[in-house]
Each structure stands twice: as structure tokens, then as C-alpha cells.
């Protein structure tokens, strides 16, 4: 079986989707591998540290002969196009967002798995991309926040008397979210946290933070939140406000699956933060949680700064691409049986990450998103 790596070629993207430890284990299991030249140099694996791959400078020509293609973002339409029918592709593909690509997926008759479709189901957490890229960028939310920051994070004694420990506010309890309210109480933050899932209480104690109870329960499908009604955002401002307004840092991650990121932080809440205060949007992909967000840029809104992120896990690049790899090695041992590609539809995972298959569109919200 050959598998085809590629190099990312969306803007700032540093991930490349095999890193060299994966890819020994990937030869070893039978598999030839075929590699975009300097594929890994931009996450800091050179050519020279895959062994036993063969390098090919162009895209195309790399994936017309590949069982299986892996990348990390959505591949250019132009190598869709090239990838011989029956052949696999795993990334993640927005399909949604990227029509002209699945419909050159679909007539080019490529299975592909789409990794933002992998469900969030306990089987399936070792394939989970979104999770191990989610808990990197929580990780470096808080980080991003200490240098906007004109004070520091840990309580500090001096000479000349006594700093205060910062207080760090987490909205939204996902994984990214947990992640930050981790590293925020390792750099000796008071921390907080909130989300409208009451089981991130105890995860959020856990960790060292306070909970903010508002008192509203909106825990929906599949672990997942569903979007508030006016009512109960009513009640949550009322009970955040308090807590908005003497953060020092705030990070929001919150998220509703298939749609805009909710606003969480309104404008005369922003109104009413401390001086110096800072905001890290980790939803400015999806439109952001606060108003005033401005999606990959840093600006200053009255007494706060807010930070509009994207793409935080290509900032981490080594450590991304080496779990994004073992995400797909996982995903990969599903679907090779043999030294051969056996796909199962029938089994939850595959049937669930199937975006295109045999020159049909088989998840529906795709479907009908393009249609
Ligand atoms: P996400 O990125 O979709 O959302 C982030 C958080 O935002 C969620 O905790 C959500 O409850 C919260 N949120 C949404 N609207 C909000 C609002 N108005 N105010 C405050 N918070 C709001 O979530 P995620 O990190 O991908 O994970 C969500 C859930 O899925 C968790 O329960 C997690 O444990 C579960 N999960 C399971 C698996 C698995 O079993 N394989 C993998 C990953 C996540």
C-alpha cells in the first residue's frame, strides 16, 4: 500500500500530517511512503529524518499513485483532480466551506475521511484531531495572554512588597478550555471557569479553578452544547458581568457544533474590564466570542485588549504534527487490514468520518449545505 504525504500549502500553516516517529511505525506496519519535498521542514522535520520514504517535488505527480493521501488542511482542488479513483484521502476538509473540492473528491471517486467528521465517541479519542489540537491551542491561550499582559500571572514577593496573582477567567469548558484554566493555574493564576455544561464543574474544580454557576444547563447532542435561549443569556450576563470585570485575562473557547461561535462577552461588558485587561478569542475562527473580535488580528477595545487567534496549533507545530500524526496512524491501522485498504461502512467510526465515497456525498450536512 503507498500512502502520500503532503506538504501543507495554505498560508501560515507549519503542520505537516507525518512526523519521522510515525512514519517508521507506518513502514514497518508494510506501507511505501511517498513525500512532498520539505513537507516537514516548516514544523521542524527535515527531508533527512524520514527514513525510507522517497521525496517528490510535486504534488500532483506524488498522489496519482497513492492508496492513501494524508494531509492536514484541505488539499488544493488540482490535487483532488489527480488522485486516482478509490484511493483515500484523510485531512480535514470543512466541506461546507470548500465545495469545489468535494465535488472533485466525489466525481474523481476518492473515499475520503474527513477529520473534523471523526466521532466524538470514546473509541474514536485516539483519532480525535480536533482534541489534540484543541488541548495545544488551550495550552497556549494563556501564554499568548502573560505577554499582551502589563502584569504578570503568579502572586510575587519583593522587596518592595507584594504583587498579586492574577485572575484568569475560562469561558467555555471543552477541551481547549481545560486546557487553558491547566496552564493558567501553573503560571500561579487565580483561576475561574464557566460553561453552560454542568459536568465541566468538577473537571474545572479538578483543576484548580472556581466554578461560576449561572445556574443555566444547556448540554445538547453528543456531549455538546446547544445555543442558549434569550432568557437564560440574559441570566448568564447578569452572573458573569461581576466576574468579566475583574478579570485580568480572559480566554473563551466556546462552541456550538455547526454554528457561529456564540458571543459570550458584549460590548459594555468589554466596557467595564480593568485597564490592561486581555481577551484571547479562541473563537475567532468561527466568528469570535466577544464583540469587537477581529478575526487574526490583536486590538484594543477601550480599557481591554482582544486577541483574535487563528490557526493556534500551527504555532506549535512540532508537538501538533506529532500527535495530529499519531491521530492518523490510529485512523489509518482502522482501514488497512493486510497490508490492504479495507474500509468497514459499517462501523461507527469510518461511517462517520466518510465525507465522499464511490462518487457520493454521504454526510448530510455537506450534502445539503451544496446542494
Ligand atoms: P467545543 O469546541 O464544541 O465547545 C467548547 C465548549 O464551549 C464546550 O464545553 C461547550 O459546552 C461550551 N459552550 C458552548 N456554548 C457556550 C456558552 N454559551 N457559554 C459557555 N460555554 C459554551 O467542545 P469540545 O471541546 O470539542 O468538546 C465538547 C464535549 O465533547 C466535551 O464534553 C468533551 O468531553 C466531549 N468530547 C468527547 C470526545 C470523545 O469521547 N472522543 C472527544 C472530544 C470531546
Do not use: W
Not at 484531531?129 to 491561550?141: K, R, T
Not at 510575587?156 to 484568569?168: D, E, F, I, P
Not at 465525507?355 to 450536512?365: D, F, M, S, V
Request: with cysteine; charged share 20%; aromatic share 4%.
Amino acid at each position: 500500500i503507498t500512502i502520500a504525504i503532503l506538504k501543507e500549502s495554505s498560508q501560515g500553516e507549519k503542520r505537516v500530517a507525518i512526523v519521522p516517529a510515525v512514519a517508521s511505525r507506518l513502514t514497518r506496519l508494510g506501507a511505501v511512503l511517498a513525500m512532498e519535498s520539505g513537507a516537514g521542514l516548516a514544523s521542524t522535520f527535515a527531508d533527512t529524518t524520514y527514513a525510507d520514504t522517497r521525496f517528490e517535488p510535486k504534488a500532483t505527480k506524488l498522489v496519482a499513485d497513492a492508496d492513501i493521501v494524508l494531509a492536514v488542511q484541505p488539499p488544493p482542488v488540482a490535487v483532488a483532480k489527480a488522485m486516482k479513483p478509490g484511493a483515500v484521502l484523510i485531512s480535514f476538509v470543512y466541506g461546507a466551506n470548500n465545495p469545489e473540492l468535494v465535488a472533485a473528491l466525489q466525481e474523481r471517486k476518492v473515499t475520503t475521511l474527513a477529520m473534523e467528521l471523526i466521532p466524538r465517541i470514546s473509541r474514536a479519542q485516539s483519532m480525535d484531531a480536533l482534541s489534540s489540537q484543541a488541548a495545544l491551542a488551550g495550552y497556549y491561550a494563556p501564554l499568548l495572554g502573560a505577554v499582551h499582559m502589563p502584569r504578570i500571572l503568579p502572586m510575587m514577593t519583593t522587596a518592595v512588597g507584594s504583587l498579586r496573582a492574577a485572575k484568569v477567567l475560562v469561558m467555555g469548558l471543552g477541551v481547549a478550555g481545560l486546557s487553558a484554566l491547566a496552564t493558567a493555574h501553573r503560571l500561579g493564576a487565580i483561576t475561574e471557569g464557566y460553561d453552560v455544561r454542568p459536568e465541566t464543574r468538577e473537571q474545572a474544580q479538578s483543576l484548580g479553578a472556581k466554578f461560576v454557576d449561572t445556574g443555566v444547563d444547556a448540554r445538547g447532542e453528543g456531549g455538546y452544547a446547544r445555543e442558549l435561549t434569550a432568557e437564560e443569556k440574559a441570566r448568564v450576563e447578569q452572573a458573569l458581568s461581576q466576574h468579566i470585570a475583574e478579570a485580568d485575562m480572559i480566554v473563551t473557547t466556546a462552541s456550538v457544533p455547526g454554528r457561529p461561535a456564540p458571543k459570550l462577552i458584549g460590548a459594555a461588558q468589554i466596557a467595564a474590564m480593568k485597564p490592561g485587561s486581555v481577551i484571547i478569542d479562541l473563537g475567532a475562527e468561527s466568528g469570535g466570542n466577544c464583540e469587537g473580535t477581529k478575526p487574526g488580528e490583536t486590538v484594543t477595545v477601550g480599557p481591554a485588549t482582544i486577541v483574535g487567534p487563528l490557526n493556534v496549533p500551527s504555532a506549535l507545530a512540532q508537538h501538533a504534527s506529532e500527535l495530529y500524526a499519531k491521530n492518523l496512524l490510529n485512523l489509518i491501522g482502522l482501514i488497512v487490514k493486510d497490508g490492504a485498504l479495507a474500509l468497514d461502512f459499517e462501523d461507527e467510526v469510518i461511517a462517520g468520518a466518510t465525507l465522499t465515497h464511490a462518487g457520493e456525498i454521504r454526510n448530510k450536512t455537506v450534502r445539503e449545505s451544496i446542494e
